[in-house]
């Protein structure tokens, strides 16, 4: 059974019909929703699990704070309305954060359009620096910064804006990816690993800058070409080059069917195996799959609720990234307080899963990867396009419309005209009709920037011709 009838028969099970099908979630950890209600009652300051890191013996609180979706507020400049990070708002998370055991902080020079790493330096700043760990990277994307001089430039400046005179976790950025150098060919993901950070006498500098004290853990994180992985595994094994972590995306959903939400990514289980086989911490990423185990199928999340009313949705993802042993932290990108506060309730302490509840994800899983969602998580790299086309917001509208039952072929179908309707006024309420996918001329500027290595124009056109189809059904 497909899970649209599985959720129709859910929700006429309970005497409800289209108008729920049309009916938006309530919003919750991960730009997505929860069907969940959160816990109740004050969320205590002392109880976050801590990993210890074997390396340098951190104690590393479970929940990371990713620092890629820091809140944005609105300012008129020279006449002109443009987006500036809320310094108050991203104070107030932090100190939160701090207050109730969250301690590891991981940016990048790369996020939030480079504003990131300053941001979250002035609000980390204000707190006792043993009180925190920071992680950041080596995000020399652009073949205008592979150069040695320029990517040392790089970390300089990383600890200008973090306002710090070492980093705890430094990372080598999205090994595995695909390139092109400057004169534009197009590089496959070990040779665009050699140009990025070997060739350029990169890693030998970061473990140059490890023995200073400058950098404490060196590791790196992985989207692309799995070869990759084994290789720098293998330099570990012949003890070439030691790392002190990875950043691997795990969830249950990517553990076994990875591959099938987009062939370019790896299994979890995989990966995860392979740190655990040689005891190498992994910091997961993705642990709601770019919110989107956030805002599951109602069915799903009905049964969640059976498992363990009052939990919320995201929690379950958290937990089931918490409970393997060899993860030192669970990172999750929170923008609102309401975020914070329940996602550190999935910590404080951890309950890790028991057999059936972790067995019931997997059934969950099975059923998730049966939609044609769009495998993305919603971090921007793919922005600005240069013909103004708003891409994040049109594969959430897409992926939000596959979860509340609002993607539908079937003209037969009773719910149809309810769900072409709400997919179309969603549409234009969420992406503004210059900056949808029907504009797109498929020049690929996009997709070299992708960490999920999405064919974006190729799905920008499948979802511009699924709209097509719904404008000129007249049914």
Same mark, same amino acid.
């Given at each position: ?415 149809? $005209?309810?769900?072409?309707? =709400?997919? &179309?006024?969603?549409? %234009? #309420?969420? /992406?503004?009709? +210059? ?17 999920? $290595?999405?064919?974006?124009? =190729?799905? &920008?056109?499948?979802? %511009? #011709?699924? /709209?097509?189809? +719904? ?5």
């Amino acid at each position: 059974m497909s899970n649209d009838i599985s959720r129709r028969a859910f929700l006429r099970s309970l005497g409800l019909g289209s108008a729920a099908l049309a009916a938006p979630s309530l919003m919750s950890c991960g730009g997505g929703s929860s069907s969940g209600q959160q816990q109740d009652g004050p969320i205590p300051t002392d109880k976050m699990t801590f990993r210890e890191n074997p390396n340098t013996h951190d104690r590393v609180s479970l929940l990371g704070y990713g620092c890629m979706r820091w809140p944005v507020k609105k300012i008129t400049q020279d006449g002109k309305e443009t987006d500036v990070m809320d310094q108050e708002q991203i104070n107030r998370l932090i100190d939160f954060a701090i207050a109730h055991g969250v301690n590891y902080f991981d940016t990048s020079p790369a996020y939030c359009k480079g504003r990131s790493e300053e941001a979250t330096g002035i609000a980390l700043a204000r707190h006792d620096r043993s009180k925190y760990l920071v992680a950041t990277k080596l995000s020399n994307f652009s073949p205008e910064t592979w150069s040695h001089e320029a990517s040392v430039q790089m970390f300089e400046n990383s600890l200008r804006h973090l306002r710090t005179d070492h980093i705890d976790y430094y990372l080598l950025h999205c090994i595995g990816l695909p390139s092109r150098n400057l004169a534009g060919k197009k590089l496959d993901g070990m040779a665009a690993l050699h140009a990025r950070f070997i060739d350029n006498g990169m890693l030998d500098w970061c473990v140059e800058q490890k023995q200073r004290g400058r950098i404490r853990n060196l590791g790196w994180s992985y989207h692309g070409d799995v070869k990759v992985v084994d290789y720098l595994l293998r330099l570990h094994d012949e003890g070439r080059y030691h790392w002190d972590f990875v950043q691997i995306q795990m969830n249950y959903v990517d553990w076994k069917h990875a591959k099938e939400v987009n062939p370019a990514n790896t299994d979890a289980k995989y990966l995860y195996g392979e740190l655990q086989k040689r005891g190498i911490p992994a910091v997961i990423m993705e642990p709601l799959l770019g919110g989107r185990l956030a805002r599951v199928p109602e069915y799903i999340a009905h049964n969640m609720q059976k498992h363990a009313p009052g939990r919320s949705v995201a929690s379950w993802a958290f937990r089931y990234a918490g409970s393997f042993p060899q993860v030192l932290t669970v990172l999750s990108g929170m923008t609102y307080m309401e975020h914070l506060e329940d996602n550190i309730r999935s910590f404080t302490p951890l309950q890790p899963l028991t057999e059936a509840e972790t067995k019931m994800l997997y059934a969950a899983a099975d059923d998730i990867v049966k939609n044609p969602f769009v495998a993305c998580n919603y971090c921007n790299y793919c922005m600005p396009c240069p013909y103004g086309i708003d891409i994040p917001s049109i594969f959430r509208h897409y992926n939000r419309c596959i979860d509340d039952g609002n993607y539908n072929h079937d003209r037969e179908d009773p719910e149809y $005209r309810a769900a072409r309707r =709400a997919f &179309l006024v969603g549409y %234009d #309420r969420s /992406v503004p009709r +210059l900056r949808q996918a029907c504009h797109c001329i498929g020049c690929g500027e996009c997709t070299s920037h992708c960490p999920q $290595r999405i064919d974006i124009p =190729a799905e &920008l056109r499948r979802i %511009d #011709r699924y /709209v097509e189809s +719904l404008k000129t059904d007249k049914t």
